[in-house]
T-cell receptor
């Protein structure tokens, strides 16, 4: 079983739509969770960390569900510029070892 | 300020040759990570450094892969006797420290093609 699993998509949504991604992780001892964004042929960049209480940054909301071992990302009022691949990242037993999901591709259409 | 830089940006080599990939982290970042990303795949963790030490090398795919870091700064990833399955983008990231929620800043990667 993979450490981190994501639906690869693609999610094709119109501008202004609300879209949500989930990511499941296998290690119940994981303590650090992140969402990164990766544009085509570019390096990943941090979108947001995910805290136990959930957190929001503008149009983006991240949630953690420890009981079910998944994290979610909600994007409201989608923009064309949100089109990218969203990577879920979780640390392993060793806090310094990080596992990336394969990513969920989002296409926002005009 | 300057971000993470990697060189070369692209490398084409013949099967069986050795290659050396370089990473210059952000100044002052003590933690450094190497990942590999194959086409259409997620990032595969290879190794991390805290200072010059690499406590966990278990992510290296085989003994043909090695990495070192000197002076707590520049790191090199060496692949000996390259194979076609080594073709991928090799990404380096650095962070201030190994704290749980530290942001990793990625370099642009080295695209390696083994013919």
């Amino acid at each position: 079983r993979k450490e981190v699993e994501q639906d690869p998509g693609p999610f094709n949504v119109p501008e202004g739509a609300t879209v949500a991604f989930n990511c499941t992780y296998s290690n119940s001892a994981s303590q650090s969770f992140f969402w990164y964004r990766q544009d085509c042929r570019k390096e990943p960049k941090l979108l947001m960390s995910v805290y136990s209480s959930g957190n929001e940054d503008g149009r983006f909301t991240a949630q953690l569900n420890r009981a079910s071992q998944y994290i979610s990302l909600l994007i409201r009022d989608s923009k064309l510029s949100d089109s990218a691949t969203y990577l879920c990242v979780v640390n392993g037993d060793n806090f310094n070892k990080f596992y990336f999901g394969s990513g969920t591709k989002l296409n926002v259409k005009p | 300020g300057a971000g993470v830089s990697q060189s070369p940006s692209n490398k084409v080599t013949e099967k069986g040759k050795d290659v050396e990939l370089r990473c210059d982290p952000i100044s002052g970042h003590t933690a450094l990570y190497w990942y590999r990303q194959s086409l259409g795949q997620g990032l595969e963790f290879l190794i991390y450094f805290q200072g010059n030490s690499a406590p966990d090398k278990s992510g290296l795919p085989s003994d043909r892969f090695s990495a070192e870091r000197t002076g707590g700064s520049v790191s090199t990833l060496t692949i000996q006797r390259t194979q076609q399955e080594d073709s991928a983008v090799y990404l380096c990231a650095s962070s201030l420290a190994n704290y749980r929620q530290e942001t990793q800043y990625f370099g642009p990667g080295t695209r390696l093609l083994v013919l």
